[in-house]
């Protein structure tokens, strides 16, 4: 649905977002560089809900009022939350520390308390490669068509393995308790 706007409507909508970006730049204690995205991201907020204004209710300088305070607040949450996550000025990995040889902030990060460790991603590269020595064993130690199954296993599922006519799905599921069984008696367990 298009919406025409008047010229003293449009003057009223840009001053509202300039006046609110201003305001909340001061109050953020922001850089000035964020001015223009603050206004735009006013502007843009306000054009999505213009649709939605009444003449009948009200004048359009107190929806625009309205729409961009609610608008001021959920910014200033959501500055607030990443200044409580990262701080109030961010710092760069790659700024160099005073009194080092050349060392980066990010070369003093360990690798447990990186950004792979909080997301819950394996980072000791020794204990990677020790599993896969485990597993590579355990699967070594195993029957050969046992292997063949566990090796099938990984690119399928068992009912797609038995549509392909490799044997019962009771069967098929017998042998992958058998394979369990014998993993977890080499020392493997389910990850």
Known sequence: MRCSISQDDLRTILYEADVAARRLLRQLR???SDLDDLRQDFLVDLIARLPAFDRERGS?????????ANRATRLAQKVKRQRQLYGAMPI???EHIPDSVGATRGD???EGDGLSAYFGQPVDA????????????????LDPNDAKLAAG????????????GSASRSGLYRRVKNIR??????GLKAA
């Open 30 to 32: 922001l850089s000035r």
């Open 60 to 68: 359009l300088g107190a929806f625009v009022g309205a729409v961009i």
């Open 92 to 94: 760069s990995l790659d």
């Open 108 to 110: 003093v990060i360990p």
């Open 126 to 141: 020794f204990a990677d490669v020790e599993r896969r020595v485990d597993v590579e064993r355990g699967l070594g130690g």
């Open 153 to 164: 296993l990984s690119h399928g599922t068992v009912d797609e393995l038995a549509d392909r």
């Open 181 to 186: 069984l014998a993993l977890l008696a080499a």
